[in-house]
């Protein structure tokens, strides 16, 4: 049984830092392109990053570009985020998620596992 279990989220003020992790088990995770997204209240899911399965690719959406991170050890079974100079609009629930066969890594749609969610929150 493949599970996305996420940690790290938190309440942050505005130009701090978080790093989010997301542990993967059930042995897709070296297979497996991995990305976050979030979603904040009222807003649909929006990309944030993913990585490609050896690591040597990274994507961003524009307004993460220089401030968020993404990475993995695919020794851990981890994919982790780092996030820099956060904003209150960065405020929302982040999800994890494994993908087989993305093809853009853009789309929750090419996206077969999910976690559960990890809150952040960056205040004013």
């Known amino acids: 049984q493949v599970q996305l279990v996420e940690s790290g989220g938190g309440l942050v003020q505005a130009g701090g830092s978080l790093r989010l992790s997301c542990a993967a088990s059930?042995?897709?995770?070296?297979?497996?392109?991995m990305g976050w997204f979030r979603q904040a209240p009222g807003k649909e899911r929006e990309f944030v990053a993913a990585?490609?399965?050896?690591?040597?690719?990274?994507y961003y959406a524009d307004s993460m570009k220089g401030r968020f991170t993404i990475s993995r050890d695919n020794a851990k079974n981890t994919v982790y985020l780092q996030m820099n100079s956060l904003k209150p609009e960065d405020t929302a629930v982040y999800y994890c998620?494994?993908?087989?066969?993305?093809?853009?890594?853009?789309?929750?749609?090419?996206?077969?596992?999910w976690g559960q969610g990890t809150q952040v929150t960056v205040s004013s």
């Open positions: 990585i490609t399965r050896s690591g040597a690719y990274t």
């Open positions: 059930g042995g897709i995770f070296s297979s497996s392109v």
């Open positions: 998620a494994a993908s087989l066969r993305a093809t853009t890594n853009y789309y929750a749609n090419e996206y077969n596992y």
